[in-house]
C-alpha cells in the first residue's frame, strides 16, 4: 500500500459564509480552466469553466476568476452549504494536434461546518 | 441517458492475476478518457481517445497498462499482471469534442484493489 499520502489542503468554511478556492496552473497555452466537485465516493462534476481570453465567470452561487499573469485561478463559492462539502479540482483543457486533452490539479477539500 | 457506465465498481484481486475494467461513454460523445485516482499522485490521465482511436498513451504507466476502443459505444482497461501498486480508483469520462470546454462527464468509477 502508500505509506505517503497527497496532502490535500483543506479549507473549512462556517456555513453561510463564502468560500475561495485557489489553483495554480501551469500550461499558459490552455484554452479554457474549468472547475470540478467530487464528492465521496463519486466521480468528479463539472461546475463551471472559463476561456482563457477572459478574466471572471458567473455561475449560480459560483464566480470562476482567471489571473493569466500569474497563472492564477479561483473558485469563489457564496453562502456556502452543507451540501458544497467536496474535494474541488482545477483542471485545464488544452487543444494539441486538433485534439483536446483535459489535465487534473491536485484538489482542494472544503468542509462548510453547521 | 443513464451516464458513463463502469464496471466492475469494486474488484479486489491478488497480484499476477489480470484485470479488465470496462466503460461505456453516453452516447454519441466522441472522446474518451481513462483516468486513474490515488492519495499519492491525484487524478492522472492515462489515455483518451477520439472517435474510437487512441491519441495519446503517454500516461499508460507501463506496459502492464492496456487500452482499447473496438466501438463507439465500448472501452476496456486491462491491467496484466497487476501490482499492489496499481490499487487506485480508476475513472472513465466522456466528452462531445466539438468546440467543447473540457466538460467532461465521469462515471462512478471502479475501486481495484491489488493484495
Known amino acids: 500500500g502508500e505509506s505517503v499520502g497527497l496532502h490535500l489542503p483543506t479549507l473549512s468554511v462556517q456555513e453561510g459564509d463564502n468560500s475561495i478556492i485557489n489553483c495554480a496552473y501551469s500550461?499558459?497555452?490552455?484554452?479554457?480552466f474549468i472547475w470540478y466537485k467530487q464528492e465521496s465516493g463519486k466521480g468528479p462534476q463539472f461546475i463551471i469553466d472559463i476561456r482563457s481570453n477572459m478574466d471572471k465567470r458567473q455561475g449560480q452561487r459560483v464566480t470562476v476568476l482567471l489571473n493569466k499573469t500569474v497563472k492564477h485561478l479561483s473558485l469563489q463559492i457564496a453562502a456556502t452549504q452543507p451540501g458544497d462539502s467536496a474535494v474541488y479540482f482545477c483542471?485545464?483543457?488544452?487543444?494539441?494536434?486538433?485534439?483536446?486533452?483535459?489535465?487534473f490539479g491536485t484538489g482542494t477539500k472544503l468542509q462548510v461546518i453547521p | 441517458d443513464a451516464g458513463v457506465i463502469q464496471s466492475p465498481r469494486h474488484e479486489v484481486t491478488e497480484m499476477g492475476q489480470e484485470v479488465t475494467l470496462r466503460c461505456k461513454p453516453i452516447s454519441g460523445h466522441d472522446y474518451l478518457f481513462w483516468y486513474r485516482q490515488t492519495m499519492m499522485r491525484g487524478l492522472e490521465l492515462l489515455i483518451y481517445?477520439?472517435?474510437?482511436?487512441?491519441?495519446?498513451d503517454s500516461g499508460m504507466p507501463e506496459d502492464r497498462f492496456s487500452a482499447k476502443m473496438p466501438n463507439a459505444s465500448f472501452s476496456t482497461l486491462k491491467i496484466q499482471p497487476s501490482e499492489p501498486r496499481d490499487s487506485a480508483v480508476y475513472f472513465c469520462a466522456s466528452s462531445l469534442g466539438r468546440e467543447n470546454t473540457g466538460e467532461l462527464f465521469f462515471g462512478e468509477g471502479s475501486r481495484l484493489t491489488v493484495l
Open positions: 500550461n499558459s497555452a490552455s484554452d479554457y
Open positions: 481517445f477520439n472517435n474510437n482511436v487512441p491519441i495519446d
Open positions: 483542471a485545464e483543457n488544452s487543444f494539441s494536434g486538433g485534439y483536446q486533452k483535459v489535465t
